[in-house]
């Protein structure tokens, strides 16, 4: 079992950076894929960005150039550095766990999920 939590979420002007942090506790280890999906009301969760064991990563292209995926296997974190913010980007962050090193961008292909953390852009 794995237990993850985010931290990091708040407000922030458009163009403005947060960073998201979410620390994994239970059985963790490097061979975990992490994601980050967010979810903005009325619309269904999407895929934001995921990285492997082996420092791989995969981002969304809404997101491409301004969010950096980063693990820290000595603190079990994954981290999100959210920079240039849009108001589009308002939503809850979710970061989430699978078993193996594939990367995938599909919701249901992961096994943990943290209670998510609330960003909000304003313009």
């Known amino acids: 079992q794995v237990h993850l939590e985010e931290s990091g979420g708040g407000l922030v002007q458009a163009g403005g950076s947060l960073r998201l942090s979410c620390a994994a506790s239970?059985?963790?280890?490097?061979?975990?894929?992490m994601g980050w999906f967010r979810q903005a009301p009325g619309k269904e969760r999407e895929f934001v960005a995921a990285?492997?064991?082996?420092?791989?990563?995969y981002y969304a292209d809404s997101v491409k150039g301004r969010f950096t995926i980063s693990r820290d296997n000595t603190k079990d974190t994954v981290y999100l550095q959210m920079n240039s913010l849009k108001p589009e980007d308002t939503a809850v962050y979710y970061c989430?766990?699978?078993?193996?090193?594939?990367?995938?961008?599909?919701?249901?292909?992961?096994?943990?999920w943290g209670q998510g953390t609330q960003v909000t852009v304003s313009s």
């Open positions: 989430a766990a699978r078993q193996g090193h594939t990367i995938r961008t599909v919701s249901n292909d992961y096994d943990y």
């Open positions: 990285r492997n064991g082996f420092s791989g990563t």
């Open positions: 239970g059985r963790t280890s490097s061979a975990y894929a």
